[in-house]
Nanobody
């Protein structure tokens, strides 16, 4: 079983910054992709940013130039640096990790979600 521990959410004023952290633990053999999604009240969950095991990144248009995703493969941890925050960035942010558990003899894929962390941007 893979567990995700998120941290770093909170209340910040418009124009401020926050950094989210998500650490994956368990019998992880490899990680294919790590990403962040968000869900605002009354809206569907949407992709914010994702990074693959090869280091390729993909950002939603509404965060390009403001948010940066990076990972630490040795720690199975992903970070989301959020700068120039806007009120419309207010949402619950969820970490997602895709990979495999087990050993080279037998691998099992997983697609795990964190519990979510609240980000509120308000003056």
């Amino acid at each position: 079983q893979v567990r995700l521990a998120e941290s770093g959410g909170g209340l910040v004023q418009p124009g401020g910054s926050l950094r989210l952290t998500c650490a994956a633990s368990g019998n992880i053999f490899s990680v294919y992709a790590m990403g962040w999604y968000r869900q605002a009240p009354g809206k569907q969950r949407e992709l914010v940013a994702v990074i693959t095991e090869g280091g390729a990144t993909n950002y939603a248009e509404f965060v390009k130039g403001r948010f940066t995703i990076r990972d630490d493969n040795l720690k199975n941890t992903v970070y989301l640096q959020m700068n120039s925050l806007k009120t419309e960035d207010t949402a619950v942010y969820y970490c997602n990790v895709k990979g495999s558990t087990g050993s080279r003899i037998q691998l099992t894929g997983f697609d795990s979600w964190g519990q979510g962390t609240q980000v509120t941007v308000s003056s």
